[in-house]
DNA sequence: AAAATAGTGTCTATTAGACAATATGTC
DNA sequence: GACATATTGTCTAATAGACACTATTTT
């Protein structure tokens, strides 16, 4: 009877909408021990090590508090993925969060940055272990998403237009939505109390104002819509 | 610098049709050791303990081999739960995955039994652990699944007919569906090659003869549908 | 007034759902 | 033929999407 000698970790991929732009960005944090000391990773903390841990979830809490001080809009587990290949201490497992955070979202110090999602997934930025599957399996589940469930919207800050939701659900996505449809989504989460009309508004630097919303979700997980944005788009 | 003691483990939630009705039943296996030996549980095993395992995913397939010779239809990761009190043994951490298995699904031996799913939910039969849990998400996964993709066909024998669709459908949803959107769904599944008339019939002991159907997968993730089946019920 | 941007209204296509109509078997 | 069940067809309702139209601001 050999002991079982597993290492568990959870990891966070820590998402915004990236500053007067249009695409997401990932929060990465720079390894303080090895392996990979000094490379730009997933923040995440070894669950029920040094630190005790009472749950997963509140482990995950831990480690975008310790890591980032960072409070989220929404985290939802993602999955795990373990084998004994992915870390050269051996055979480890790590639970993985999608978390949504605020578009000004700020960090503090050197050892955080945000970084295009793109560039991850396109390995112009490489990320340790197998952290970028990771990013794109939470990227995967928030644009699956997406098409039916009023996610994006955590992404925004408290006060947005409607370009503000569409930059989110397109950025979401990988892909432009009608302007139409995302009107009419949000004039539906309107009726039902999930989206507020402030009544303030927003003066472009030209044209018309914009009105200004704020999501008000009525429960912890989002609005679900009984079709796809994308009809051709799905399979 | 304590020592990282985490207890890790897969549990599969194997679901069937029951024989001959129109529920669901899951696979449970009488504990062989302790804590709670003797007692009917969700079969399991420990990540890499006595056996090594190459990965997550080979565990929950030696999982489902080992304690039930069973290789399922269909199988997914539902998520991980882990804490300090699910188990007496200490801090434990459990994946937990989805399998469907085939109408016939035999099983062999007395320490393997099929119960049915509401009798786990509403706790007449209780199980150790956290494992009523487990298998509500897991359930509550497949039915969110159900009302926009192809998934509930995989608990369907090779050949079926309309109504076998129907009651897959409506024990995976736990609520009557209509039948004149199934037969569209269907239709439609078959223009797209992922269901085939296989040309024979069933007769049932009255009436016009069945078409007998046969679904046939085109990737390894179900067939997604751009609109839900409970427009009302979403959300 | 012109330009620019926001927001509304109208029409079409798709598909879920209700239900009537038809087909094909047993007794 | 009567009956039971399966299957098809027709109609309605809801909503995504395309696009024309109107509104409100700056210059």
Redesign the pocket.
């Known amino acids: 009877m050999s002991s079982t000698e597993v290492l568990a970790s959870v990891d966070i991929v820590a998402l915004r909408m990236a500053p007067e732009a249009q695409h997401l960005q990932v929060l990465l944090h720079r390894r303080e021990r090895e392996p990979h000391v000094g490379q730009w990773a997933l923040p995440g903390v070894i669950v029920n090590g040094r630190i005790a841990d009472t749950s997963l979830e509140g482990a995950a809490e831990r480690a975008l508090r310790e890591k980032a001080r960072i409070v989220p809009c929404y985290m939802e587990q993602i999955g795990t993925e373990g084998n004994a290949f992915r870390d050269p201490r051996g055979w480890s497992l790590s639970t993985y969060y999608l978390a949504l955070l605020a578009p000004g979202q700020a960090v503090e110090g050197e050892q955080l940055a945000f970084f295009d999602v793109d560039s991850v997934l396109e390995r112009r930025v490489l990320l340790p272990f197998d952290h970028r599957l990771l990013v794109e399996r939470a990227r995967e589940r928030l644009a699956a998403k997406t098409v039916y469930s009023s996610l994006p919207l955590y992404l925004l800050a408290e006060k947005f ?3 503000d939701a569409l930059a989110s659900v397109q950025a979401c996505l990988g892909q432009a ?9 949000l ?2 989460l309107r009726e039902q109390g999930w989206v507020r009309d402030t009544g303030e ?1 927003n ?9 200004l919303f704020q999501y008000t979700p009525q429960g912890p997980r989002p609005f679900m ?9 799905g399979q």
């Not at 939505?177 to 989504?185: A, C, E, F, H, I």
């Not at 819509?225 to 788009?233: I, K, M, Q, T, V």
């Open positions: 237009t409607v370009l939505v009608n302007s139409t449809s995302l009107r009419k989504r004039e539906r508004k003066q472009p630097r030209l044209g018309r104002p914009q009105q819509f009984d079709r796809s944005l994308l009809p051709e788009g």
